[in-house]
């Protein structure tokens, strides 16, 4: 019986191998020296990418129009091993590939990426190559072209005390750049911050970071990856941190987007000075908040906060803020947003019986817009058994909840009046949140709070708040 089951299993096998055979023979080859391939694309460009920094991938499929099969003699990268680009022909990486078997109407994907090598310049250099298909004895190419720019990076670093930072060149954050005690940091107007996946910058204990953009050259700071996939990804990195007891930090004219958390400030009481005063300044695209303030002291002028995933502005366990002229709008549309926009609180959890409590000593939104796509935009979370403080007040705002809005001494009647009142931004998907002449916004902000130390004359776009009357709610006058 042994014997009948091995002879059974030859013969399956000697079956199969002729089939297998039977078909290779079958397979018909095109010979034509004028065969040519068709490429999805005949140019592979990449956008700027740093020195030293890969890039994503790039693919491109190659097409055989014919009904035969054609047999590509080779596939070189032009440049040879010393160049910055890398191939992976159909799942293989390769500088120089041949004899690859592509049937009739079939095709084949091709995987390109780049590391370009410094140039020590500041201007960015061109980098080109190209992959050369050959096919009975038929010579077709795919251009290979990238912008390289050298940049100023910092590997896991401690700034120097006093330290500004040059803007002829970008920085490019991995890691950390830590401010150390009681030393500034000063990022001046017009440098560009590349930060890589979860860097952070962050201010230690007595330290000052100092972002000094203005209308004319904004501080710029988001993630890495330049390709234009990436150009509204958030998570891209981790967080700017003003830790506890660091001091006198502010960030003027910054546009922060694409992070974890825009800025995360810490101070463990509320101090009589700001732990940070943010002005000028838009934050976008995070994965958790775009200010989140813990027992911190936070001011605000002129602050667009838009499209984060949990919150535009988070006061959490207490402390103190004041906004002036800001607009917090969350229509956040990657996953299903649960949180509202703005949420003050004054607790957080020990355990399953611990709870500690602290004072939310002062939270002032003046001239304000705070509205998205959820029916409450506005989050009110307070525990107060112990006799803590839990003091909030609403002037002259635009906002959005289904929560009693009535009392005085918390929204003021300007206020109590433009609940729910849409304020007609102009193109939400767009992030465009400018308002027109007849959003619920325009004349309701108060001149007096316009004039209060330090003055704000003039809205995110540098036009006049008082040139038509009354000022408009929000970051934007109306036009």
């Not at 976008?284 to 989140?292: D, E, H, Q, S, V």
């Not at 003050?344 to 409590?357: A, I, P, S």
């Not at 307070?382 to 929560?403: K, P």
């Not at 809005?405 to 193109?427: G, I, K, M």
Request: glycine letters at 8%.
């Amino acid at each position: 019986m042994h014997r009948m089951f091995r002879i059974l299993a030859v013969l399956l096998f000697s079956v199969a191998l002729f089939n297998s055979t039977g078909c290779r023979r079958d397979i018909q080859i095109d010979e034509d020296p004028d065969a040519q391939l068709l490429f999805s694309s005949d140019t592979i460009v990449f956008d700027t990418v740093f020195t030293t920094v890969g890039s994503t991938s790039r693919v491109f499929k190659v097409f055989n129009t014919s009904s035969k099969a054609v047999n590509i003699e080779s596939i070189d990268l032009a440049g040879g091993s010393t160049s910055p680009f890398r191939i992976n022909v159909d799942g293989v990486p390769a500088i120089s590939t041949g004899d690859v078997l592509l049937r009739g109407g079939d095709s084949m994907f091709v995987f390109v990426d780049v590391t370009l090598d410094p140039n020590n310049g500041t201007n960015p250099l061109m980098i080109e190559d190209s992959i050369i298909f050959v096919t009975n004895g038929n010579r077709q190419s795919v251009v290979l072209n990238a912008v390289g720019r050298d940049a100023y990076f910092h590997y896991y670093e401690t700034s120097d005390c006093g330290e500004i930072w040059p803007t002829d060149k970008p920085h490019v954050v991995f890691g950390w750049v830590i401010v150390p005690s009681c030393c500034k940091l000063t990022i001046p107007a017009g440098a560009d911050v590349y930060m890589h996946h979860n860097a952070v910058i962050a201010a230690d204990s007595c330290a000052t970071l100092e972002i000094t953009g203005t209308s004319a050259a904004p501080v710029k700071i988001q993630g890495d990856r330049l390709e234009p996939e990436y150009d509204d990804e958030p998570g891209q990195w981790g967080y700017i941190w003003l830790s506890s007891l660091s001091k006198d930090n502010k960030i003027e004219w910054a546009v922060i987007k694409n992070g974890t958390i825009g800025i995360l400030s810490d101070s463990l009481g509320a101090t009589a000075n700001p732990t940070v005063r943010i002005s000028n300044t838009i934050i976008r695209n995070m994965t958790l908040a775009g200010i989140y303030g813990r027992t911190s002291h936070v001011e605000g002028e002129n602050i667009l906060v838009e499209n984060c995933a949990q919150y535009c502005v988070a006061i959490a366990y207490g402390g103190r803020c004041k906004f002036r002229h800001c607009t917090f709008a969350n229509y956040w549309n990657i996953d299903n947003r649960t949180t509202p926009a703005l949420v003050l609180n004054n607790w957080y959890k020990v355990d399953e019986v611990t709870f500690n409590r602290r004072n939310l000593t002062q939270a002032d939104f003046l001239n304000c817009i705070i509205y998205g796509d959820k029916d409450v935009e506005v989050g009110l979370d307070s525990l107060t058994t112990g006799g803590e403080t839990f003091d909030y007040f609403f002037a002259n705002c635009v906002i959005r909840t289904d929560q009693p809005t009535n009392d005085l001494n918390h929204f003021n009647s300007f206020t109590q009046s433009r609940v729910n009142n849409n304020p007609a931004f102009t193109d939400v998907t767009a992030h465009d949140f400018h308002i027109g002449l007849s959003s619920s916004a325009k004349d309701l902000g108060d001149a007096a709070f316009v004039g209060q130390l330090p003055s704000i004359p003039d809205d995110l776009d540098n036009l006049p708040r008082l040139i038509d009357g009354g000022p408009d709610a929000g970051c934007y006058e109306a036009q």
